[in-house]
């Protein structure tokens, strides 16, 4: 997947956070998750991270990280499997 695409899935994510009223926090990671929300708060920050980077021409990290977003935003039934790879593909 090309930086590109990946800005656009970062994009549609942030947008989908915001119009679901999440807002950004770091959670701590050796503490096992509290609530759902704070897991969904936890990935909105991930976000502005993953840009950087793709700054820094890290895509292994970026690649990871995204693949990890995508499963919470599966587990909280927020898309569909098949919703998260139409994202993937660029064809939301």
């Keep these: 997947m090309a930086k590109i695409k990946v800005q656009g899935v970062i994009d549609l ?3 989908k956070f915001e119009e679901l009223g999440i807002k950004r926090e770091d959670y701590p990671h050796g ?5 759902e929300e704070k897991g ?3 990935c909105y920050g991930m976000l502005e991270e993953m840009e950087k980077f793709m700054e820094e021409n ?3 990290k970026v690649f990871r990280w ?3 977003i995508q499963g919470v935003l599966w587990s909280q ?5 098949a919703d998260l790879k139409k994202h993937n593909l660029g064809t939301s």
Excluded: N
Excluded at 31 to 35: M, N
Excluded at 77 to 81: H, L, R, S, V
């Design 58 to 60: 890290r895509m292994d």
């Design 66 to 68: 995204l693949g990890f």
């Design 77 to 81: 039934k927020i898309y569909t499997i």
């Design 31 to 35: 503490k096992l998750l509290d609530t």
């Design 13 to 15: 994510y942030r947008l």
């Design 40 to 42: 969904l708060e936890h």
